[in-house]
């Protein structure tokens, strides 16, 4: 059916597009769906009849193009890079002016600033718009992170602000910035995702080595943990994964799963990006090298046996209540920690970018839908709320105090977990992180001196200004 008449059209019918466009059809828009195999956008159609008046498959670009009303918004759900250019490429043709793209997959913001300039001048309108929720956000309500002309996103607004996640009845969607900026938000998203998940790893790995707990125990123990400061979609789903039985073992579902873990790159975009920016978001960084250290599983089974029996410190975890708690103490001051260093490299790209990006309203849409919801990130919208500038979400009076009071149970638990041998690197990093960052005086005098001393790369002086190169002894 070609007439002119869908609201909106979805371009890819993978798992991500195909739950859009049924969320958009449910929500009473009419929704063109296309697919390079156009079998599988009749068969999105067909498969949901109750939604089937809403939907409209098309057999080919060109048809989908027709399908669309003007000025036509056409969304891809298509793997990131190559696919998106030509993809960008088939459609651009068959487009006019006013018309817009809008690439909603995990994009590296990168591509999406030099799409946006690609279309400067043509009337095409190009938006980078960061997608969150996985499988059931896309059917039920994700958040969504939109970058690009201001001026384009009040024409997207009907449709995105009914099908995302709603908290508390606010829409978690926004327009954020031009260009790139809804895709970097979305990769710092999961550059946090990473390092929420990692830190959980880390205590679970404390939980399982250095309390001994069997699975249903410490699922039990992160379902209390969700009923306070932790609350979160992470947490919840931990506790789920620990509680499953394997049906064909009968062991706990975590024991039979190989411990290597998958990733698909835009955890590490983050990371690239705020060294990029110079500022270190360690903790992130940590999470990364984790998981890339997990998939060489045969070299570290060989590293364990030429290390076995090394020395290890003296010092207990305890499963008891003060134990449990100082787990959960260092869990939030940790995660404080590592969202500050996300939000630092968000504020870092907006400085270097013009964004201006709105970091109270980022946290106010990542409070439902997203992968990393949680009530945690109501607080941060509430000290960005306060109409003051947060330098650094770790000197937000709302904070300082939490991080004061959870510092100790982190270090403690950082402290036991290397001397007992247990690999913490995400808790550690966030730890020597808020040590470096609340030490007034550092150590990089003597970086400088060597820098100088190696390469004349001068100094500056407390006692005078300029700088300065020293005629150091010869070596
Ligand atoms: C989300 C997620 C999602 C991401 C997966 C897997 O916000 O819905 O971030 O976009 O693709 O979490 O990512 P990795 O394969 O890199 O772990």
Redesign the pocket.
């Given at each position: 059916m070609s007439d002119g008449t869908a609201d909106i059209g979805v371009i890819g019918m993978g798992v991500m597009g195909a739950n859009l466009a049924l969320n958009m059809a449910e929500k009473g828009f009419k929704v063109a769906v296309q697919n390079r195999d156009p079998a599988k956008a009749f068969a999105v159609r067909d498969d949901n009849p109750e939604l089937a008046a809403n939907l409209v498959p098309a057999e080919t670009l060109e048809a989908f193009v027709q399908s669309l009303k003007k000025p036509r918004i056409a969304v891809f759900m298509i793997p990131a890079g190559k696919p998106v250019d030509d993809e960008i490429e088939r459609i651009r043709p068959l487009l006019e002016a006013g018309d817009v793209m809008v690439d909603a997959g995990?994009a590296d913001f990168n591509d999406t600033v030099r799409h946006s300039r690609e279309m400067e001048g043509t009337g095409l309108k190009f938006v980078g718009m960061g997608v969150?929720?996985?499988e059931l956000?896309a059917r039920h309500g994700p958040s969504m992170m939109v970058g690009g002309a201001k001026d384009v996103y009040p024409l997207l607004e009907p449709v995105l602000t009914r099908i995302a996640a709603q908290y508390q009845g606010t829409p978690c969607v926004a327009w954020l910035g031009p260009d790139g900026a809804g895709h970097f938000v979305k990769t710092i998203?999961?550059g946090i995702?990473y390092a929420d998940m990692q830190m959980i790893a880390e205590i679970y790995g404390i939980m399982r080595d250095g309390l001994k707990l069997e699975p249903a125990k410490m699922a039990e123990v992160f379902r209390d943990w969700n009923t306070r400061e932790l609350a979160s979609y992470l947490i919840e789903i931990t506790a789920v994964n620990l509680d499953e039985t394997d049906p064909e073992t009968g062991k706990p579902m975590v024991d039979v799963i190989v411990d290597e873990a998958?990733?698909?790159?835009?955890?590490r975009w983050a990371v690239i990006e705020a060294e990029k920016l110079g500022v270190g978001a360690t903790t992130l960084e940590a999470a990364v090298a984790a998981r890339g250290l997990s998939s060489r599983r045969s070299e570290r089974a060989d590293a364990a046996k030429l290390y076995d029996g090394v020395e290890l410190g003296q010092a207990q975890f305890f499963a008891d209540e003060a134990g449990l708690s100082e787990l959960e103490s260092a869990l939030v001051t940790a995660k404080i920690i590592a969202y500050a260093q996300g939000y630092a490299a968000m504020a870092a790209a907006s400085d270097e970018n013009g964004w201006n990006l709105p970091l109270g309203t980022i946290a106010e849409i990542w409070r439902a839908g997203?992968?990393i919801r949680s009530h945690f990130l109501d607080d941060i919208a509430k000290a960005y709320d306060k109409g003051h500038t947060v330098v650094n979400i770790l000197q937000s009076p709302d904070f300082v105090g939490r991080v004061a009071k959870g510092q100790s149970a982190l270090r403690r638990v950082v402290a036991k977990a290397s001397l007992g041998g247990i690999p913490v690197p995400a808790l550690a990093a966030a730890l020597a992180y808020f040590d470096d960052y609340r030490r007034e005086r550092g150590t990089a005098n003597l970086i400088q001196a060597q820098r100088d001393l190696f390469g004349a790369h001068t100094f500056r002086r407390f006692d005078k200004d300029g700088a300065v190169h020293h005629q150091w002894p010869a070596v």
């Open positions: 995990n969150s929720g996985g956000g998203h999961n995702e998958g990733q698909k790159g835009t955890g997203c992968i």
